[in-house]
Every structure is written in C-alpha cells, then in structure tokens.
C-alpha cells in the first residue's frame, strides 16, 4: 500500500498556516512563504498560480502576501526552513510505522522557491506546451526557473531517502510537473540511490495522441539525460481525461487500440503507473451535475 502525501502546501485552515498568519514573530512565522507588497500594493513578482492568475495572496492579519502554487486555499510551505522540513519527515515516519510501503509524493518538484524572488523570464511561443496546463494558460507564459524545479530540493530529497531507507522495502514515486525540463528533473530526481526511486513526468499524459514518433522521441531524450535515473511511465491519471477518451476517440477499433496502448506502456524501460479502469478500457464517466460531489 503507497499512500499519496502532499508535502508542498496544507489547506489553509491548518493550524500550522494559523499560527502563522496571526504574526510576524509567532513560532511558525516563517513556515510558509511570506512577502511583503511592492511600494505600489500588487504582488512581489510575477509568479503564476496554476490554476489562473497571481501565485500571490494577501492576507490582512500579517499585511503581507503569501505564496500558492495552486489554489489560494493552498498555501506553499516555506522548504527553506529547516523545522518544515523535519516537520514533514515527521508525518511520513508517522506512516511508515503505521506500515504503508511507500508514497506517491505529489508536486514533488514544487518543494523550494528562489529566495530572491526573481521574475521569471517570458517562454517563447514555439517552446510552450500543453503538460502541465492547457496551452491557453497564462502560466505557460513563463519559463518557471525560480518559482519550481529548484536545485536545493535535492538536498531535502537525500533527507528524505534516508528516513525511507531506515524501513526496507519501501519505495517513493515522485509527480514532476514541469513542462520544458520534466524529463531532466526526472533524472536528476533518480540520479543514484540516494534520492528518490522513481518519478514520472507528464510527457505522456499532454491532450497530444500517442505516436510512434512521439514515444520515441520522449525515450530518446530521457535516455540522454538519464544514465542511471529511473522514469514511472504513465498513460493516464487524475489530472488527464481517460486512455480511452483521450486517445482512441477515433479509431475503428477501439478494443484493439487500447490493448497495444497497454502493452506499449507495460514495455517501456522503467516502472509503470497504471490509472485504476485502465485495465478494463473504461472511458471518461458521464455524471449529471446534481451528482457531482466536488
């Protein structure tokens, strides 16, 4: 049993994030990331949230903004800080002697910010993509360099590796969001045995159809930047429409598509994640919105 654990932010109702907004100087002040406002009151940079507009949010108890990769409800913890860190090794120690084997640790690359604080760069337009967000995103906009995919996580990584090495048996697979290095992270991540064992990337998983080009292309460029990490191949997950949706929309026969997708994934060099209704062919369930519970 591998459990996911979500390391890069807590809900903003956690009482870590209250005690952090109450003040400046409280015990855990510094736990998440924290800035003041530019002279004119709008946000220390440029940094995009994924799911639209700023990364920034004001919070009026401390009179500073502070950082959301994602939802505003979502605020990012502060990895810079050594008492975060050993906080959260704390919750995974708690889970592995509770006996699990092993995490899927979400936005593993998202951990750590530049402290600096830099704008990032524009991307130019013939290098976006559609991975990690839809391509009509402003946050495809941006070359990310100091807002994820920070080098300093390797460190945190090595810590964490560590603590897993301590049960045997137990493995780690890391989700790297990261539309222009996804693949180098993925490397860099499983470089060694003194990180994490294995991460996968959304090379796969973009709206883009499956092709033999395609698949080569990824494996060539992986294998290029990887001489001993090791990649988590996936076609499909909860962030992405269906296999079946997705892909074999289409085709004359579509049973016989999907089995050579699945076969193609089970050969691939590496690990596989397998989406729960993959096996089976299932296709994107059509809810009524009265049954919508999200």
């Known amino acids: ?28 002040a510094d736990w998440y990331v ?19 507009g700023s990364a920034w949010q004001w919070d009026t108890s401390r009179q500073q903004y502070y950082l959301h ?27 592995l002697e509770r006996g699990v084997d092993g995490f899927r640790l979400d936005t593993i690359n998202f951990y750590f910010h530049s402290q600096g604080l830099e704008d990032n760069p524009p991307l130019p337009p013939e290098e976006r993509n559609d991975q990690t967000a839809p391509s009509v995103n402003p946050y495809n ?17 090595e810590r964490f590796r560590a603590l897993l090495d301590e049960y045997p048996a137990t493995a780690a697979v890391g989700e790297v969001g990261d ?18 064992h294995m991460c996968y990337s959304f090379d796969f998983l973009a709206p883009e159809k499956i092709s033999a080009a395609k698949v080569r292309s990824v ?21 992405v429409m269906r296999t079946a949706s997705r892909w074999a929309a289409g085709e004359a026969d579509q049973t016989a598509y999907l089995k050579v997708i ?33």
């Open 141 to 157: 906009y941006q070359d990310h360099l100091y807002d994820k995919s920070r080098p300093e996580n390797l460190g945190f990584l």
């Open 1 to 28: 049993v591998m459990i996911d654990e979500v390391l890069s932010h807590t809900a903003d109702i956690h009482p870590w994030f209250r005690e952090s907004r109450s003040s400046r100087t409280n015990p855990k």
């Open 219 to 239: 494996l060539e460029a992986f294998g290029k930047v990887a001489s001993d990490g090791w990649s988590c191949w996936a076609f499909s997950n909860h962030d």
């Open 69 to 95: 990769n994602f939802l505003a409800e979502q605020p990012d913890l502060n990895f810079h800080s050594r008492a975060v860190q050993d906080a959260l090794l704390d919750v995974t120690r708690f889970w």
């Open 179 to 196: 539309s222009q290095r996804g693949l180098e992270v993925v490397a860099a991540y499983t470089a060694g045995s003194k990180r994490v």
């Open 34 to 52: 924290w800035a003041d406002a530019k002279p004119d009151g709008t946000p220390p940079n440029n940094w995009l949230s994924i799911f639209g």
């Open 262 to 294: 699945s076969a193609l994934l089970m050969s691939l060099r590496g690990s596989v994640c397998i989406y729960q209704g993959e096996e089976l062919g299932l296709g994107e369930a059509e809810l009524q919105f009265e049954d919508l519970q999200d």
